[in-house]
């Protein structure tokens, strides 16, 4: 993988042919241009390129797979150690497994059943977990919706400027931190566009609810929240869904 990844920071530095060239003789899951393609059934170590996207088939396995300017697929019952992209979406198939995902431009979603062992995370983009998806670590991102249905989040929710909706019978160990938001990546809102915090029925966060600016945080009398909640008035609300605001 260090060999894979000077490529990569090689090839963003050097602009010569002969240095694309150079990245490009490794192995032959290690490409500068265009996408990574891992068959079916198939077992390999990395598979990294720079331009293109790295899409691993059902049932196959691969070491960390990485990009920069492109998309991560990996399909159903497939599994790799550690997904990153730059500006690119990140997928998991129902049932497949990573390490980590991250990304900084790009969504990140998990289809049934997949499990992410440690963090997820991105920047600008939203994360959606389905039913029966776990992320054993964190999840977390600066701008963009985070949606968990029916799904298990161990390591806490945290974000700056996301909506988020806790819904179907989720679970949050950890609980949820919105941060005020920093730094050169800050996107503000405005008084009129506050974060949504939504914690349905039949859901479920265990850990402290945090919120370093004002948000409109809504709690059905069905859900389960156990922590404190601190910089934040809870609406409750009956039914599926809170009052529109």
Not at 136 to 147: A, D, E, P, W
Not at 158 to 169: C, E
Not at 178 to 204: F, M
């Amino acid at each position: 993988m260090r060999s894979a990844r000077f490529c990569i920071y090689a090839a963003g530095l050097l602009v010569l042919p002969i240095a694309l060239a150079a990245c490009d003789m490794g192995s032959g899951h290690d490409k500068v241009l265009g996408s990574v393609d891992i068959p079916s059934g198939s077992s390999v170590s990395d598979a990294n390129t720079v331009n293109g996207a790295v899409n691993v088939a059902s049932n196959a396995k691969a070491g960390d797979a990485s990009t920069v300017n492109g998309s991560i697929n990996i399909a159903a019952d497939s599994q790799v150690a550690d997904a990153e992209t730059v500006n690119g979406s990140i997928k998991l198939g129902e049932r497949a497994v990573a390490k980590t995902a991250t990304t900084v431009n790009g969504s990140v979603t998990l289809a049934q059943g997949a499990t992410v062992n440690g963090d997820t995370t991105t920047v600008n983009g939203g994360l959606q977990l389905a039913p029966g998806a776990t992320v054993r670590g964190s999840l977390t991102n600066v701008n963009g919706h985070i949606t968990v249905d029916g799904a298990h989040v161990g390591g806490g929710i945290a974000t700056s400027n996301g909506d988020i909706d806790i819904t179907g019978n989720a679970v949050v160990d950890g609980g949820i931190k919105v941060h005020e938001s920093k730094g050169v990546l800050t996107v503000h809102l405005g008084k009129d566009k506050l974060p949504r915090i939504v914690i349905g029925p039949g859901a479920t966060v265990n850990g402290p609810l945090d919120f370093e600016i004002p948000v409109r945080l809504y709690i059905s009398d069905q859900a389960h929240v156990a922590g404190p909640i601190n910089g934040a008035q809870a609406v409750k609300f009956s039914g599926p869904t809170p009052p529109a605001s």
